[in-house]
């Protein structure tokens, strides 16, 4: 029996779809920090964590796909951020979510959008 871990899933945001977005969500997740934005934890602050260049470039030589639409994906998944923080921004409104930061989750929508915009307007 093979007992290595071979995924690790998260069945509550799990999705089909291209890898360039869970790609771009890395990528957002560790730059949130370095734009300002306390939306997520900082991915990018983990011991071992490559820079963010060296991350596409690693993804590059391994996965040998079309990397030209990058931009696009990462500005996407910052929207996708912003979608997730309004959720949990109306949940904590509502009494749904508790724990500390979820008062402040609100402000960082606006500038997760305006990031998103930024990104696939270059």
């Not at 979608?83 to 606006?110: H, L, W």
């Amino acid at each position: 029996a093979d007992d290595e871990i071979k995924a690790v899933l998260d069945w509550e945001m799990s999705t089909l779809g291209d890898p360039l977005t869970d790609l771009a969500l890395l990528i957002a997740y560790s730059e949130c920090a370095r734009s300002g934005i306390d939306a997520v934890p900082d991915a990018g602050a983990a011991p071992g964590y490559p820079p963010t260049d060296q991350l596409i470039a690693r993804y590059a030589r391994t996965a040998n796909r079309d990397l030209s639409e990058l931009g696009w994906y990462i500005g996407f998944a910052f929207w996708k951020l912003a979608v997730i923080a309004e959720g949990i921004q109306c949940r904590f409104t509502r009494g749904q979510t508790v724990g500390p930061g979820f008062d402040r989750i609100g402000e960082t929508v606006e500038p997760l959008v305006q990031l998103g915009n930024e990104i696939i307007e270059e």
